[in-house]
């Protein structure tokens, strides 16, 4: 009796691990299929955080303190036994070899091992691929609606009537395998057999079997029947899947500027801290200098306890550097997922990459073109003439204010997916619009056979005969005298279309002051290269000449310490204006929506003269 239940039982005996596998496997091939239909190609992706990642390795090779082994990876805190899913915690993809070897000492990661250690191991980007995810999963359930469903019940039941009369004792086992399947045009249909099989230990041991067909189906004739009604859950679902990998992509775009502003940004401190080095030594020279002349009487008391305590202004400058420098650094390490206290540097040639700048070592060698005095100096009353920045020494990415505005219009994903849900939320106008309507349903059903029981165990064999069912027909009509709730949501929907409406001009307008902005700051970092250089230069001069003039006895020791102090915020501002550039011009492809990111973290930047001929249009 129990082999009928077996082999309903048996097709749904599948492991912990076989439905993580067909799970992933579905919303792997549906986030595949949606990045093919968006962006026009598929990425490789995944959320199985991978084995020996970089915190991992830095965790346990240079021995920093946790609280509990899942500060390594989760797979370490597994203490429930047993796990259900043991697999899981042994099966993970091999991580990227970005750092080789062991990292027992000190790592140095350049900006691109800085962009494929975020992508593989910061906490907002992993959760960011888990939307994606879980968006598929969730799709999965939509379309499951409208799959054929079937489903199996076993019941065995053992029972002993010891009451008055003759003794009962039997055995039942109704086995049930039901079918069931929505249609997108809303019908529903239900099908079952039911088996029955009886038994009785008792009045001879008599023994039979039921057999019932039973099958119904609903159609829809008045709210609800459209087709999208039907579909909306769905449409919603996949909707939903398209926003979220048209968001991950622009979190992978905003991640990866992100880390090159932090990455760049601890440069500038580095650099920071070597210039306050360069000028405590000079201040230092100075101070020397300056008792040296005071015990030749050359030159007051006073200035060298001047000297003596700007020193000791200088020494604080150059340590409050160093504490910058790590504080920067750490705040980096967090972007990046990695432990603060882990021993990481970075790589110096990054910033020396951005003082390679042609026009820059122009600048150093001497006074650009507009800027100083050539030839004979005018009357302080004569006419000033102001000019402007020169658009010959524009960079590559200094466009037009125009097409740049309609390049960003065209690839801004998160534009598409606004005007995507102010589409989605016209669906929702139509879909309350329709629960106004009456409800009319048609209803049919047809059974056949009968099942037993104990009681009926000395009967005759069911058996299933059309001439001999129940059938029946049933006509819904549900009036629409009542929808004081559905009148109230669709006047919200409506409320609601309008809201997404402005939301797509605020976004629009935001893009454009975006790029408005984008560019004024690169021009205005531009210019900030230019002026600074100069007054490095400048500032260079002031430092040689002022320390000749105060052994010639014509200059005081606290024009010495001004020209190297203002030496060192020239050669500070140079940095940050060089930082500033690259960042903004990083910033720009951001929200322009040109800049591409692969599934490592990696970007590939656009080319300016794709730009400059409008080919900077992604795949839709």
Not at 365 to 390: C, H, I, N, R
Not at 417 to 433: K, M, T, Y
């Amino acid at each position: 009796m129990l082999l009928s239940g077996l082999l309903i039982l048996s097709p749904g005996c599948r492991t912990p691990e076989e439905f993580r596998g067909e799970a992933d496997r579905v919303a792997y091939d549906t986030i595949g299929e949606t990045q093919e239909a968006l962006l026009g190609k598929r990425e490789p992706f995944t959320i199985d955080r991978a084995e020996d990642l970089l915190r991992e390795r830095l965790l346990l090779d240079q021995a920093l303190p946790v609280s509990t082994p899942v500060s390594a990876s989760s797979q370490y805190g597994v203490t429930f036994d047993p796990w259900p899913d043991e697999t899981y915690l042994t099966d993970r993809p091999a991580a990227v070899p970005i750092v080789e070897g062991s990292v027992s000492g000190p790592i140095v990661l350049d900006l691109l091992d800085a962009l494929q250690v975020g992508a593989a191991n910061s906490r907002s980007y992993q959760s960011q691929k888990e939307s994606v995810f879980e968006a598929a999963l969730a799709l999965d359930l939509e379309r499951d609606e409208f799959r054929e469903t079937w489903t199996g019940v076993v019941d065995t039941l053992f029972s002993a009537d010891t009451g008055p009369g003759d003794p009962v004792l039997g055995l039942e086992n109704a086995d049930t395998l039901a079918l069931s399947r929505r249609f997108q045009n809303g019908v529903e249909f239900t099908g079952l057999i039911a088996l029955d099989l009886v038994r009785l230990f008792t009045q001879g041991g008599d023994g039979n079997y039921g057999l019932t067909v039973d099958s119904s189906i609903s159609i829809p004739l008045g709210r609800g029947a459209a087709a999208f009604v039907v579909r909306d859950p769905l449409d919603q679902a996949e909707a939903a899947t398209r926003f979220a990998i048209w968001t991950f992509e622009r979190f992978k775009r905003e991640f990866a500027v992100d880390v090159a502003s932090s990455y760049l940004s601890v440069l500038q401190s580095a650099n920071a801290v070597q210039n306050a080095a360069d000028n405590y030594e000079r201040v230092i020279r100075s101070t020397r200098r300056a008792r040296r002349l005071a015990d030749a009487g050359r030159l007051p008391e006073i200035q060298v306890d001047q000297a003596a305590q700007d020193e000791l202004v200088a020494r604080q400058g150059w340590i409050s550097s160093q504490q910058n420098l790590a504080s920067a650094l750490d705040g980096f390490k967090l972007t990046l997922g990695l432990p603060v206290d882990a021993e990481v540097r970075l790589d110096q040639s990054d910033l020396d990459r951005l003082r390679d700048l042609p026009r820059l070592a122009g600048y150093l060698e001497g006074a650009p073109p507009g800027f100083g005095q050539e030839g004979e100096v005018p009357s302080a009353d004569a006419e000033v003439v102001l000019t402007g920045p020169d658009p010959s020494d524009a960079g590559p990415l200094e466009i037009d204010e125009r097409p740049a505005i309609l390049i960003a219009l065209a690839n801004r994903l998160d534009l598409r997916v606004q005007i995507g849900q102010f589409a989605r939320q016209q669906r929702e106008v139509a879909v309350a619009a329709d629960a106004l309507q009456a409800e009319v349903t048609l209803l049919g059903r047809a059974a056949l056979g009968e099942g037993r029981s104990l009681s009926t165990a000395t009967l005759e064999n069911a058996s299933v005969r059309v001439d001999e069912g129940f059938y029946s027909a049933l006509l819904s009509i549900d009036l629409p005298f009542e929808r004081t709730s559905e009148r109230n949501a669709y006047r919200r929907a409506l409320i609601d279309f309008e809201g997404e409406a402005r939301d797509i001009q605020a976004l629009e307008d935001g893009i454009k002051q975006d790029i408005r902005e984008a560019l004024r700051t690169l021009l205005n970092a531009r210019e900030g290269i230019r002026i600074q250089a100069e007054s490095v230069n400048v500032a260079r001069r002031r430092v040689d000449s002022t320390d000749l003039f105060l052994q010639a006895g014509r200059a005081s020791i606290r024009d010495v310490l001004e020209a190297q102090e203002d030496l060192l915020s020239a050669e500070n501002a140079l940095t940050a204006a060089l930082v500033d550039y690259r960042v903004a011009e990083l910033e720009l492809q951001r929200d322009l929506g040109v800049l591409e990111v692969d599934e490592r973290g990696l970007w590939r930047e656009i080319e300016p003269e794709a730009l400059r001929n409008g080919d900077a249009q992604l795949s839709s």
